[in-house]
Structure formats: C-alpha cells, structure tokens
C-alpha cells in the first residue's frame, strides 16, 4: 500500500530467496558448506531440509547467515542508494527479522509493526506455506516475541478483523507523515 503511494520498497525476504533461488548468488557457498544434498534437483536451498538441520544443529544457522546475510545486506544497500538517487521521498525496508537483526532498529527513522494475535499469525503461515502448528510454533520461538516486536515500533498497525479499507486508511495516514 505504501508502494502504491509512491514509497521505494525493499523486500529483504525477496532478496533472501532470490539469493538461495536456483542459480542465486548464495548458491555455490551453500553448496560448499551444507553439500549438494542441501539443495533441490533443480538447484536452489531446500528450505525444509535446511529448517529440520537447524533445529537439529544450532550452529547450522549461523552459517547459514553468515552467507546469506551479507549477500542481502548488499542489495537492500545498493537498492536503496538507487532509490535515493531515483528521488524517492520513503524508502520501506520490508525486513521481517528485523528486532532479530539488532542492527536495523538504529539505521531506521521508522518503524512500523503490522501486527496480530498470535492465533491469526499461525492460520495465515499454514494457509500461506502449508506448514504444521507446530513447525510455526517452533519458528515463532526462535524469533522475537511479539511484546519486542512491539517494543521496536513507532508505528503498529493491528491488522486482525479489520477490512481492507480500514487497514488502507490506516496505512495511508502513516504514509501522509511521509509526503507520500
């Protein structure tokens, strides 16, 4: 919606699964360090094996960032200096670790949360990725709860029973503040 009203958009998570896509930049480094088996036939991460080594090898994940993350650094960095140079008056960071992170919150002039209840969060995830309660259970604790998710906003936007107008006015008078 805040595209929509003319703010550059930088989805992290886009950039992230394009790294670890079929021939993406990620590629050949997690090859090397996970092995082939890592990867599907036709080339990219495999997300659910790589989400049970996880689980089963902490220090998986972070190797998995330490490839990952510096290569999606780089292109939120470069898309937002073309953002600048194009003129843009907002540039969104759609980063969804972005308390996680611990380095993002400082960087930022804004942020906003759309949050829920916890119980719509897991009914959107299976509808979206078809993944068990329990599977997103497990990935909910692992990140950051709700109440430091809350903390880290300027801005929260509740999007739980609400329509769509509602949700629309609201974002359109957070992207107002922004000459949008």
């Known amino acids: 919606m805040l595209a929509q009203m003319g703010a550059a958009v930088i989805d992290a998570d886009a950039i992230s699964r394009a790294a670890t896509a079929k021939d993406g930049a990620a590629i050949a480094s997690l090859k090397t360090a996970f092995g082939a088996t890592m ?5 990219a991460l495999d997300r659910e094996q790589m989400r049970s080594l996880i689980y089963s090898d ?11 993350h510096p290569l999606v650094g780089h292109s939120i960095a470069t898309q937002a200096q073309e953002a600048t140079v ?16 611990g380095h993002w919150r400082p960087a930022l002039h804004r ?9 719509t969060q897991v009914a959107r995830v299976m509808t979206r990725s ?12 692992s990140q950051a709860s709700r109440t430091q998710r809350l903390g880290a906003a300027d801005w929260v936007v509740f999007n739980d029973g609400i329509t769509v ?8 008078e957070i992207g107002v503040q922004f000459g949008l």
């Open 165 to 172: 107008g509602v949700l629309a006015q609201q974002v359109r």
């Open 130 to 141: 078809g993944l068990t309660s329990a599977e997103i259970q497990r990935i909910l604790a």
């Open 58 to 68: 902490p220090s998986a994940k972070a190797r998995l960032e330490s490839i990952v």
């Open 39 to 43: 990867l599907t036939s036709e080339g």
């Open 86 to 101: 194009a003129g843009a008056r907002c540039i969104v960071f759609d980063i969804p670790l972005l308390v996680e992170s």
């Open 111 to 119: 942020v906003l949360v759309i949050d829920c209840t916890e119980a």
